[in-house]
C-alpha cells in the first residue's frame, strides 16, 4: 500500500455544508471523512508515531461546513515562522479595535511570516503560509511581558491571521467557511529539511507574492509528547469572535536569534501587501520544526472585551 498521504492523480468530489470539493481519491479523507484509522496512519514511513493523537479522543460537532469531527488531526507536519518586530502604531491600523497587540517594548509590537507543509493529515497533504499578528490573549490581565516570554519560547502564543493562502481547495473551504480564516488557494510549495527552509507563494498572476529561504536552525530531537506548544488564533465567524486552538507535538525543532543567511522577498500580492502595511524593522528569531505533529480544534465562541 502507497503511504497514506501520498497523493493521487484522480480526485472525488465531496460535500462540506453545501459546498463541492474535490479531494485525492483513495486519501485519508476520501476513506475515512476525518475518523481515521491511527493503525493505518502508523504504518506510514512518514510518521514517526501516533501516541500523541491515541490521548486525544474526537468528538463529533455541528459546524458551518456540515456535521464533522474535531481535532482536525496532523501526523507529520513540518513548519517555519519569522518573528519580527514592527511599530505597534503600524499593527493597530491592522488590528480590530476588539485585540492589543502583545508588545516587547513601548511601541514595538510583534509579526510574524510563517509557511507549513502538512505532509500527513485528515484532509490530506498541502501548505499553507500565513503573515499575522502576536496579541494579547483575550481578557488578558497585564502580563504582557510573560506573554511575550513564553510566545517567542514557542509554549504559548496568541495571534490575528492577517492572511492564509493554502494549495487546497478543502483546506481553503474548511479554513474560511469554518474557522473564518482569510484562506485563499494559491500555488504554493514549502520545502523544510534538516538543511534548509524554503517557501515561495504565487500571486494570482503566477508572479511572486513572497518567498523566503534561510538555513535551517540546528535540530534538537525530543520524545512525542515532551513538548508541546499552542497557538490560539481569534477570528470572527457570522459576526461572533471565536477562538481556534492548535496544539503541536515538536518532535524536532530548533530556532535562531538573528538569523544569518535570510533571504525574504516581497513581490505582488496579498501576503506582500499584509507584510508591508505593517512596517516591520528587522528580524529577530527564526523557528523551524522539521518533524512535528499537529491537533487543530474546532473554533469555540470566545469572550472579547468591547472597546467601542
Not at 91 to 112: K, Y
Not at 226 to 233: A, N, R, Y
Request: charged residues 25%; negative net charge.
Amino acid at each position: 500500500m502507497a503511504p497514506t498521504g501520498k497523493l493521487t492523480d484522480r480526485t472525488v468530489e465531496v460535500d462540506l455544508g453545501g459546498r463541492r470539493v474535490l479531494v485525492p481519491e483513495g486519501g485519508l479523507y476520501d476513506r475515512f471523512r476525518m475518523d481515521t484509522d491511527l493503525d493505518e496512519v502508523e504504518r506510514d514511513p512518514q510518521v514517526s508515531s501516533v501516541g500523541f493523537f491515541r490521548r486525544m479522543p474526537k468528538s463529533r460537532v455541528d459546524s458551518r461546513i456540515g456535521p464533522t469531527l474535531t481535532p482536525n488531526f496532523y501526523y507529520r507536519i513540518s513548519t517555519a515562522r519569522l518573528t519580527m518586530l514592527a511599530p505597534t502604531k503600524a499593527i493597530r491600523a491592522r488590528l480590530p479595535r476588539e485585540l492589543d497587540p502583545l508588545e516587547i517594548a513601548p511601541g514595538l509590537g510583534i509579526v510574524s511570516v510563517m509557511a507549513f507543509r502538512y505532509d500527513v493529515c485528515d484532509i490530506d497533504f498541502y501548505t499553507e503560509a500565513a503573515v499575522g499578528i502576536a496579541v494579547k490573549p483575550a481578557r488578558h490581565g497585564g502580563l504582557g511581558l510573560l506573554d511575550m516570554v513564553t510566545g517567542l519560547k514557542n509554549d504559548s502564543l496568541h495571534s490575528y491571521v492577517l492572511s492564509l493562502p493554502v494549495s487546497t481547495e478543502i483546506a481553503q473551504v474548511r479554513g474560511h467557511d469554518g474557522y473564518g480564516f482569510p484562506k485563499w488557494v494559491a500555488d504554493l510549495d514549502v520545502d523544510i529539511d534538516t538543511e534548509r527552509t524554503s517557501a515561495r507563494i504565487a500571486n494570482d498572476q503566477d508572479g511572486l507574492d513572497l518567498a523566503l529561504s534561510a538555513p535551517t536552525p540546528k535540530q534538537t530531537a525530543r520524545p512525542t509528547g515532551e513538548h508541546v506548544s499552542t497557538l490560539t488564533s481569534y477570528t470572527t465567524i457570522d459576526g461572533a469572535w471565536h477562538s481556534t486552538t492548535s496544539q503541536i507535538n515538536m518532535l524536532s525543532s530548533g530556532a535562531a536569534r538573528f538569523p544569518r543567511g535570510l533571504d525574504l522577498q516581497l513581490g505582488e500580492g496579498r501576503m506582500s501587501d499584509d507584510l508591508r502595511s505593517l512596517k516591520p524593522i528587522r528580524t529577530i528569531q527564526l523557528d523551524v520544526t522539521t518533524d512535528g505533529q499537529l491537533a487543530l480544534h474546532m473554533p469555540v465562541p470566545t469572550s472579547i472585551q468591547d472597546r467601542s
